[in-house]
């Protein structure tokens, strides 16, 4: 039946007979809009009006075989037929790429998805269907909102309003952010949203390849997002890709949610040290402004609430609360997290001893998956002598199998997993010197919560020698081994470092091959280190020949320098071209060095736009570098301020601030201060914290207390904190001590350390030692040492030491290698490691016996 031009009948059917059976995406587009037509029952006449469309567009978008219509044309429609507009406007950008060999947009309709096939957290028994040996829909308990929630479903709203969003939940393992994440997007799949969770063959290449490929109307989750930020490979592009994405109005409106633990955010958001790598730049931009904290546990008011929900019949809430009730870890719970603990502590002796190996293999850096072999041969050491004659025969097999059996929340202490198989194009045969990854056997996967516990309760600790042994034996993953091949070395455990080295490098690691080039030529082998850097160049680490051209440089080998900065230049270091470029200037080749700077720059150089913009200054150019950079920009205001000339330092930082450098803005408030306009600074100071710089509130602050305002630098300092910036409460801290408040400060630096930043009792210990008190400066360096900061022991060595206590002084030494620190080897306490233990220590904290090796002890 067709009803023309006037009619509403058809629908799908006309369209699908009636042709584009080349451009499957234009018949998926019109059926839709035929459907849409047939459900309102209206014709195209009063579709034309409703939409704002001519008629004669109207006709055309529904004419079999005629032109794609226009995306403005298919939004119009979509909206006047209440169709979803982001899908089609996905089937209208691949009708009008040819729409034959074009995928869908990623994702599915948000209705679709089951939450547990999105990691929300099991916390009740399947249900089963009758009859039937198969699951059916898993339970969840009723949900009691928090804070948090308000600030996501305020995302949601604005989203749904068509303004792009993201929001990552920042909380520990089990603590409820993928819930919240759930029961948010739920009013999105009321009006059609989609939802896509990038997850095959890895997390990272799959959001990688599609998200390009993002439609409007699109939730992109991204559940533990340091699979995704926190690739070594492909996060920083991942972040970009993300920026672009919620950036470009004609892209959304769509929804970005990701969670993260503490350490994660406090790593990734972390400003780098000055003249060390930033690995993680574009990831800090992106969640600056975007993180939401968590909490571990339900305060007074959601207690009440999820003692409501039990009272009305939730079982699982009801028992989770005869559990929770006193600490308020609900989530916990009912994730099962407490009865893994239990089971790790009431575990038999063997497969504690294979939870502890899998524990220190991932604090470590090994990936998720960890071999069935490895954690085998890695326990041994980890059973006492008694624990050990006492094995059965088949220990190997008891030992998984109890630590299979699934816990309170469906959650399994170390579990089986199948990795998924890769399902990417054929590549070229490796080169002949890497050899292949050995096939492995049965592969398992740690609990999230014991794994989290384990890097807290085992972070004193150094494995024993079975770990080393099995790693070295089993692993084949380069990643792996190089992360294991640091592990060591930051222990003194020099030999067992030396030779993950070299299998990391045989295995094809950059890194491993960077490093042993660079011993190779402390130890003065040119040739060979030359060998291993140019392996490491060639599997794409510029770094390498970068740092031999710099050695040479510094034997007086200009011409090998030039030499080796050009391959490393040819590689694609920006590094090298700076380089170069410094070298043409020295020989007074001004315009070759200019030229080799703007290459660098082009590579991403911060240090080259800096260089280029002061070049330009110096030759009078301010019209050129008036185009440079924001950082460039700035740099010329800081110029300007020395010169004097405040007008043009101003004219600087406006354009700076203009191109998105917060930087410039902390430049004007400081000139805004020093004229005594402190309203005018602090307005800017807080449009920089905006931006994503709370730092720059500590900096103002600072100033403040120089001159003796520490009210008006407390009162900052505050806004700062309350702009997520944990390491601000260090700064808080010290002013409280400062002031005399003692019991504040030691509040404010645990708070802290609680959130990451140790450096506020470790500050504290100093100012009381000098202040004469070093039992308080002794107890807070213990409080230091017990969060991870091996300053503090290596402080308190130096008090043993200055008390003549050497033996004392020796245990805190190897307490500070076992934590994994070289922090200890520029003190004062001195050459502990390489006088008293030259070859290194076994990894019982025994000194290890004299050994060769060429390289081992250049570090």
């Known amino acids: 039946m067709n009803t023309g031009e006037h009619g509403f009948a058809g629908g799908r059917v006309q369209y699908e007979q009636d042709g584009n059976a080349d451009n499957p995406a234009l018949t998926e587009l019109r059926g839709r809009l035929g459907d849409g037509l047939a459900r309102n029952r209206i014709n195209k006449t009063e579709l034309a009006r409703r939409s704002g469309l001519g008629r004669t567009t109207v006709s055309e978008a529904f004419q079999a075989g005629g032109p794609v219509p226009s995306a403005h044309t298919v939004q119009a429609l979509a909206r006047a037929l209440k169709l979803p507009v982001g899908q089609l406007l996905a089937l209208q950008r691949d009708a009008d790429a040819g729409g034959g060999g074009q995928r869908p947009a990623p994702g599915r309709p948000i209705g679709q998805w089951e939450p547990h096939a999105l990691e929300v957290h099991p916390a009740g028994h399947s249900s089963i269907v009758p009859g039937s040996d198969v699951p059916g829909t898993r339970e969840l308990p009723g949900y009691v909102k928090r804070g948090h929630d308000l600030v996501l479903t305020e995302a949601v709203r604005d989203a749904a309003a068509g303004r792009s969003r993201m929001v990552v939940l920042v909380g520990g393992s089990s603590a409820g952010k993928t819930r919240a994440c759930w029961e948010a997007v739920q009013p999105l799949a009321n009006i059609g949203w989609r939802l896509w969770h990038p997850f095959d063959p890895t997390r990272a290449e799959a959001a990688l390849d599609d998200l390009h490929r993002v439609a409007p109307e699109t939730v992109v989750w991204l559940n533990e997002a340091q699979h995704y930020l926190g690739d070594q490979k492909a996060g920083e592009r991942i972040a970009a890709a993300l920026h672009g994405l919620l950036t470009t109005p004609e892209r959304g409106p769509v929804l ?78 009912l994730a099962g997290a407490p009865e893994l603990l239990n089971r790790y502590e009431r575990a038999t002796p063997a497969a504690r001893a294979v939870l502890e190996a899998a524990m220190d293999a991932r604090r470590l850096g090994v990936g998720l998956n960890l071999p069935q072999a490895f954690l085998t041969d890695a326990a041994a050491d980890y059973l006492t002598e008694t624990e050990y004659d006492q094995l059965t025969e088949d220990w190997v097999e008891q030992a998984f199998a109890e630590l299979a059996e699934l816990v309170h929340g469906k959650q399994a202490p170390l579990r089986n997993t199948t990795p998924r198989p890769r399902r990417r194009p054929p590549t070229p045969s490796p080169p002949a010197d890497i050899p292949p990854q050995a096939t492995t056997g049965p592969m398992f996967r740690l609990a999230d919560y014991l794994e989290q516990h384990g890097r807290t309760a085992r972070r004193p600790l150094c494995p024993p020698a079975s770990f080393w042994h099995a790693a070295l034996t089993h692993l084949t993953h380069p990643e792996d081994l190089n992360n294991l091949a640091k592990a060591a070395q930051d222990r003194h455990r020099l030999q067992w470092a030396h030779h993950l080295r070299h299998r990391a490098a045989d295995h094809g690691s950059t890194d491993a091959l960077s490093r042993l080039a660079e011993m190779r030529a402390e130890a003065g082998d040119r040739e060979g280190a030359e060998h291993l850097a140019r392996q490491a160049a060639d599997h794409g680490d510029t770094d390498a020949l970068f740092y031999l051209a710099m050695m040479r440089a510094e034997a007086g080998d200009r011409e090998g320098a030039e030499h080796l900065a050009r391959q490393a230049a040819d590689h694609g270091s920006a590094r090298a071209l700076f380089y170069l470029a410094e070298m043409r200037e020295q020989v007074g080749d001004r315009e070759g060095a200019e030229l080799l700077v703007r290459q660098a720059a082009d590579h991403g150089s911060a240090l080259a736009l800096l260089y280029l913009a002061e070049m330009r200054e110096e030759a009078g150019g301010r019209e050129g570098a008036d185009h440079g950079s924001a950082r460039a920009l700035s740099h010329l205001a800081e110029m300007r301020k020395q010169a004097e000339d405040r007008e043009g330092a101003e004219h600087f930082d406006r354009h700076a601030v203009d191109r998105g450098n917060a930087l410039a803005l902390f430049y004007l408030a400081k000139m805004r201060e020093q004229v005594g306009d402190r309203e005018g600074a602090e307005l800017l100071v807080r449009q920089a914290a905006d931006h994503g710089s709370v730092g720059i509130l500590s900096r103002l602050a600072e100033m403040r207390a120089e001159v003796g305002d520490r009210e008006g630098a407390e009162h900052l300092v505050r806004q700062a904190a309350d702009h997520g910036s944990a390491g601000i409460l260090s700064h808080l801290a010290e002013m409280r001590e400062q002031a005399g408040d003692r019991e504040g400060a030691e509040h404010l630096a645990r708070q802290a350390a609680d959130h990451g930043d140790t450096r506020a009792l470790f500050y504290l210990a100093m100012m009381r030692e000098q202040a004469g008190d070093r039992e308080g400066a002794k107890h807070l360096a213990r409080q230091a040492a017990d969060h991870g900061d091996t300053r503090a022991l290596s402080h308190l060595a130096m008090m043993r030491e200055q008390a003549e206590d050497r033996e004392g002084a020796e245990h805190l030494a190897r307490q500070a290698a076992d934590l994994g620190t070289d922090d200890i080897r520029g003190a004062p306490l001195g050459q502990t490691f390489t006088t008293r233990w030259p070859d290194g220590l076994d990894p019982d904290g025994t000194p290890t016996q004299p050994w060769q090796c060429s390289t081992c002890h250049s570090t």
């Open 256 to 333: 970005v949610l990701g969670t993260l633990w503490p350490e994660y955010a406090a790593r990734y958001t972390a400003l780098p040290f000055p003249g060390r790598e930033d690995p993680y730049s574009r990831v800090r931009e992106l969640l600056s402004g975007r993180t939401l904290t968590v909490p571990e546990a339900f305060d007074a008011q959601a207690l009440a609430t999820a003692a409501a929900l039990a009272r009305d019949g939730d079982r699982l809430l009801a028992d989770a609360l005869t559990r929770a009730d006193t600490d308020g870890r609900v989530t916990q719970d």
